[in-house]
Nanobody, 119 residues
Framework: QVRLVESGGGVVQAGGSLRLSCTAS????????MGWFRQAPGKERERVAA????????DYADSVKGRFTISRDIIKSTVHLQMNSQKPEDTAVYYC????????????WGQGTPVTVSS
């Protein structure tokens, strides 16, 4: 069983910044992508960003490109999401996930951390 523990959520004004972190309880991440999804009230969960654990290649949703940056710390088994120039529409619960690189399936999720961006 792998645990993903998120931290860093909170309330920020529009234009501000927050940094989310997600620490995995395992160092066995070489065959995975680590990423973030978010779910706003009344909406479906959507992909935000992902990083390949070995190559560090990243991928972003169009809605956050140029504003959010995902990175990973291999030593600490931690993935970060730096969120800048935040907008009210970024308000959501943010979830960390581990994705199998070959199949694309997500096998573990964190409990979620809420982010509120006030206008």
């Amino acid at each position: 069983q792998v645990r993903l523990v998120e931290s860093g959520g909170g309330v920020v004004q529009a234009g501000g910044s927050l940094r989310l972190s997600c620490t995995a309880s395992t160092r066995a991440l070489s065959a995975y992508n680590m990423g973030w999804f978010r779910q706003a009230p009344g909406k479906e969960r959507e992909r935000v960003a992902a990083v390949n654990w070995i190559s560090s290649n990243t991928d972003y949703a169009d809605s956050v490109k140029g504003r959010f940056t995902i990175s990973r710390d291999i030593i600490k088994s931690t993935v970060h999401l730096q969120m800048n120039s935040q907008k009210p529409e970024d308000t959501a619960v943010y979830y960390c996930t581990r994705q199998k690189e070959r199949s694309g399936s997500h096998d573990y999720w964190g409990q979620g951390t809420p982010v509120t961006v006030s206008s």
